[in-house]
């Protein structure tokens, strides 16, 4: 992980314990990443943590998605490939894959992810609804962000986390 995304995460860290001292209202903040062609994005303070790659246990009968489940720390965290989760092809790991772990209240998983990209803040003026055309039963996106040069699909955590298995 580069040293500014680090920055920012302990910044935000910060900011999460203590959010009276937050001065930027109606200012999203994000983690950014690639799964595919796609950029997207989750709010920084829902990111427990960002790890390379570790082994996994694959657990039989989950979806195909599920790759298993990993112990950090000594808690056992389900894992998720958002590129088979997305109905993308599979693809090889590389030396730019990560597992980005996030938390939602008592839900924790973690998503395997191609490539970071960077942090970021985006007024919320600057995020539009999902699409409506989108299927319901399988929408994972909250809105979409529109920066100046690309636009970045900001997933719904609590979408994301549901029970896989």
């Not at 983690?31 to 246990?57: A, N, R, W």
């Not at 090889?92 to 942090?119: C, H, M, P, W, Y």
Request: charged residues 30%.
């Amino acid at each position: 992980m580069s040293e500014k995304l680090q920055e920012v995460l302990k910044s935000q860290q910060k900011q999460k314990d203590t959010p009276e001292e937050s001065k930027d209202a109606g200012v999203v903040q994000l983690v950014c990443f690639m799964v595919g062609d796609e950029e997207f994005g989750v709010p920084i303070l829902s990111i427990q943590e960002i790890i390379k790659p570790i082994e996994c246990t694959r657990v039989p009968s989950t979806p195909s998605y599920v790759l298993g489940v990993f112990n950090l720390r000594g808690s056992v965290i389900p894992l998720i490939d958002l590129r088979q989760k997305f109905k993308l092809p599979k693809q090889k790991t590389s030396d730019d894959t990560r597992f980005i772990v996030i938390r939602n209240e008592n839900q924790v998983s973690g998503f395997v992810i191609d490539r970071l990209t960077e942090a970021i803040r985006i007024n919320e003026d600057r995020i539009d609804p999902a699409p409506e055309n989108m299927n319901e039963n399988d929408n994972h996106i909250y809105g979409v962000g529109k920066r100046e040069d690309r636009i970045i699909s900001i997933l719904k955590i609590d979408s994301l986390l549901k029970r896989t298995f």
